[in-house]
């Protein structure tokens, strides 16, 4: 297997050169989009010299406290974003997602640190990072699916809810149908991905391994691995996130009171 090529920055000035075109396309066809690629074009490139650098300086470190802070400073964005995509007018959400995100995060690198992969550093930042990268990104899309889904449909459905509980049905009850649907569909592109990974798509952990050298047979037992964790803990947060929300639309007396 030959070794990975260097890029330098000749290489990264003729890549931006792909961009100079699109941006120049947009010109000619006046979509209005030129500064817009221009600025994605910018923080792209700032923010990944950024994190490359830093994090090259956490890797070689290997010191727990540099690890564990970088991981709390991915859960807070994630969290934030999340928070900011469902309504920051509902009470409580930031714990809820926060308590979401870290459990199922925490409960799936353990059980593929301990099980799977075994590295001799718990918080190796080779493993540790990425994999808590790649399950933060995931589990923050599908709980502000889920989330956003659950928190409109209850909003148009209002009369029905209220319906089910002067019925006598119980507040989760009356809104298990609502909350079943909305884990549905925050799980949605997680099985999508599922579905047509290594047929349709080849999804940039298995791309970018194969580029680095990697066999494509032990590239693909990885991106395996990672879709299970991606399925796992999309599911669990999705369950928790979902249920926080649910307490939250009803007072103790059982009448519903949000969003």
């Known amino acids: 297997m030959e070794s990975l090529i260097q890029l330098d920055l000749t290489d990264l000035t003729w890549a931006l050169g792909l961009m100079a075109v699109a941006i120049g396309i947009s010109l000619w066809q006046r979509l209005g989009l030129a500064a817009t690629l221009a600025i994605a074009t910018g923080r792209t490139v700032l923010q990944l010299l950024v994190v490359g650098y830093f994090l090259a300086v956490v890797f070689t470190w290997k010191n727990p406290w540099a690890v564990l802070l970088v991981l709390a400073l991915m859960l807070a964005i994630a969290v ?35 099980l799977v992969i075994r590295p001799s550093l718990w918080y190796d930042p080779q493993y540790l990072i990425p994999l808590a990268g790649i399950v933060l990104g995931n589990v923050m899309t599908a709980s502000a699916i889920a989330g956003e889904r659950l928190v409109s449909t209850v909003q148009s459905s209002r009369l029905e809810i209220e319906t089910h509980l002067c019925l006598g049905a119980t507040p989760q009850q009356a809104i298990a149908h609502y909350r079943q649907a909305a884990i549905k569909a925050g799980l949605i592109p997680t099985i999508n991905s599922m579905m047509v990974v290594g047929v349709v798509t080849l999804p940039g952990i298995i791309t970018g391994q194969m580029l680095s050298g990697v066999s494509p047979l032990d590239a693909s037992l990885y991106q395996m691995l990672i879709m299970f964790m991606l399925a796992f803990a999309t599911l669990i947060t999705t369950l928790l996130v979902t249920q926080g929300l649910c307490r939250q639309f009803f007072n103790q007396a059982a009448q519903l009171v949000g969003p």
């Open 80 to 114: 934030t974003v999340a928070r900011n995509r469902i309504g920051s007018q509902i009470p409580q959400l930031w714990l809820i997602l926060w308590g979401s995100f870290l459990s199922s995060t925490a409960i799936t690198l353990t059980y593929v640190n301990l």
